[in-house]
């Protein structure tokens, strides 16, 4: 009897387009045409890969010998590690006052170094210096104000130095690069230029490592100028005996991505070409990091390929960042895809910007099947990614849904943030859950976070939604008075509202347009008309979060990490919580200063018992609308 075979029908993901949509549908279509768009992309997605699983690693060596020396010194740093003192670990292998091996001592510094840890070098070294049984010589001292150097601790740099100096050791670049750096790591960028500037006119004459030094302590002093000036020099071969390689490049390169010059990043691109200068990875990377539109990065990813360069974590979630943020979830989940299938293994960044792809659209199912992946390759998923996981369920309008994931977050031990806070509060604003609004901001004013400008600008619109001009008027002035400059958003929300001339007028004078008149719809060219269907799901994830993110350390610090600059979706850069402004007392009285609208004189108004603390005796809001009643009265 024949055997039947069925086979699992093929559908390209590019000739599927979920995100565009002419043909107007009606709700049970457009259910429909979800489901199916979840079926699709859930089959099968994000399989798991064989070098994504744990192995045991299996050690090779050249002897009995070598074997020994090499698990000592494993066991040796493993102590290190777990005391947090490499001295007091030291002592202890000393036997009977006999010194310790020489190749000891060195391998656990290089060891030290490679990782990083320069302040346990420092304290390995200072130890060193007071054994009468080891022989501290220039060397050490180098590598003393290299680690005080990467430390940014200036003081103590300076004190080696002229240590040094009484000795008799000859001026070194090394050294003076070291106390460089050490300025600029502190934050005292003109002491660092100082020390470039006489290196340059007296010697020891400036190295390579230098350049790159002050090239980056240049550019994140925001020294744009003074950075490009060093760089036309290298430029010129005629006045400098040093070319620049392509560390340099690309520190120009982010240079011009933080000052907004696009053009001069492409020309200096060209230009790596044109002096013989190796383009890398990181150089296709901080040209992708420039663009915004998925297929301007597309077209750059697509040109590295055929130069012949790896794609690395940075490249696919730049990708991946690019085509989320159009809303084409189907190819940020066939980048991530070919990512795993080119053996790259996804941080939790790369893993947060896809899942962010999927909340951002309301995918819940995707998103969660993304969430699961992160524990089964061992990313434990962050406060960024359950926020992000949040943010699936309030643009699915799943209120119920989402209060169960932020139960969730909390009972996983993780501690909500402004913007997990201001993520549910867009919820209920956008299912127009006024009273629920209020309670979740209630709730994360008593636990001490204070509101960011999304949130403000939230609340107003939902508001304006339901044609409140008063209670807009009330949240407005709420945002200056917490030092937010409102935004066009904000405004326009307020002038959409004012209906009648006493509400232009006072729209007028709270935007600062005392001389408009009453019974025109603009002020000073603003826009009234409010996008009532205005998306704001983006709102938190605008953010430039890309800025470092093919940026090039110096020396030991070449290889840190990149794809550790990619922020997630620029989230994490609005955490604002309260410091020392919320002082739990059992009054909680504060005052807030308004204008008496009839004569013009500033009085002050006491905001009453805003909270106990223990529980709200009123909402917010009910203590802002007293507020402005007081005011009018």
């Not at 309260?578 to 013009?600: I, K, P, Y």
């Amino acid at each position: 009897m024949p055997q039947t075979l069925f086979l699992k029908p093929f559908i390209s993901p590019s000739s599927i387009n979920f995100s565009q949509q002419n043909v107007p549908v009606s709700p049970l279509d457009a259910n429909l045409k979800v489901h199916r768009r979840v079926g699709v992309i859930c089959m099968g997605m994000l399989a798991p890969r064989k070098f994504m699983q744990k192995r045991r690693k299996v050690e090779l060596f050249k002897d009995a010998a070598d074997e020994a020396e090499k698990k000592n010194w494993r066991r040796l740093m493993n102590q290190i590690e777990e005391v947090g003192s490499a001295v007091a670990v030291l002592r202890s292998e000393r036997t009977r006052g006999q010194p310790l091996p020489k190749d000891l001592v060195l391998g656990t510094l290089v060891r030290l170094k490679q990782l990083k840890k320069w302040n346990v070098v420092s304290e390995v070294l200072e130890w060193l210096r007071i054994q009468s049984w080891w022989d501290f010589n220039e060397m050490d001292f180098l590598m003393l104000i290299t680690a005080y150097g990467k430390q940014g601790d200036f003081n103590k740099a300076e004190k080696v130095l002229s240590f040094m100096n009484k000795k008799g050791y000859a001026p070194s670049v090394v050294s003076h690069t070291a106390l460089m750096e050490a300025y600029g790591r502190g934050g005292r960028y003109n002491n660092a230029e100082a020390i470039f500037r006489r290196m340059q006119s007296s010697g020891p004459r400036p190295s390579a490592l230098t350049y790159q030094i002050i090239l980056k302590l240049f550019v994140e002093a925001n020294k744009f100028k003074e950075a490009e000036e060093v760089f036309m020099t290298l430029l010129d071969e005629e006045k400098s005996p040093l070319k620049p390689d392509q560390k340099m490049f690309h520190m120009m390169i982010y240079m011009y991505k933080k000052a907004g010059g696009y053009e001069k990043a492409r020309k200096l691109f060209a230009l790596m070409a044109e002096r013989g200068v190796q383009q890398s990875t990181v150089t296709y990377n901080s040209l992708m990091s420039f663009e915004t539109n998925y297929k301007e990065v597309s077209k750059i990813y697509d040109q590295m390929q055929r130069a012949g360069l790896q794609p690395d974590v940075v490249s696919y979630a730049l990708l991946i960042n690019a085509y989320g943020k159009a809303r084409r979830e189907e190819e940020a989940l066939a980048v991530f895809e070919e990512m795993l299938d080119a053996g790259v293994r996804p941080t939790h960044k790369a893993y947060n910007i896809l899942l962010d792809a999927f909340a951002i659209s309301g995918m819940v199912d995707q998103a969660r099947t993304v969430f699961k992946c992160m524990r089964r390759d061992r990313c434990s998923p962050d406060i960024c990614s359950y926020t992000t996981m949040l943010s699936a369920y309030v643009n699915a309008s799943d209120m119920e849904g989402a209060e169960k994931f932020f139960r969730r977050l909390k009972q996983d031990g993780f501690v909500p943030n402004v913007i997990t806070y201001g993520t549910l509060i867009k919820g209920y604003a956008k299912v127009n859950n006024l009273e629920k609004m209020m309670e979740i901001y209630d709730k994360m004013r008593v636990d001490g976070i204070k509101p960011n400008q999304t949130i403000f600008t939230t609340i107003m619109d939902a508001y304006g939604k339901n044609k409140d001009f008063d209670s807009a008027v009330v949240w407005y002035k709420e945002m200056e008075s917490c030092g937010f400059a409102p935004d066009q958003k904000a405004k326009n929300i307020l002038l959409s509202l004012a209906k009648t001339a006493d509400e232009r007028n006072e729209a007028n004078e709270l935007l600062g347009n005392f001389n408009h008149p009453n019974n025109e719809p603009g002020i000073n060219g603003l826009s009234m008309s409010v996008d009532e269907e205005d998306d704001d799901d983006d709102d938190d994830d605008d953010e430039d979060g890309d800025d470092n993110i093919y940026r090039d350390g110096d020396g030991d610090d070449n290889e840190d990490d990149a794809e550790e600059t990619i922020a997630c979706s620029g989230k994490e850069d609005e955490l604002i919580f309260f410091n020392g402004d919320h002082q739990r007392s059992q009054e909680g009285l504060h005052t807030l200063q308004t204008v008496d609208l009839m004569s013009g004189e500033t009085m002050l108004m006491t905001r009453v018992l805003l909270y106990n603390f223990s529980t709200p005796i009123f909402g917010s809001f009910e203590i802002l609308k007293l507020a402005r009643s007081l005011q009018l009265m």
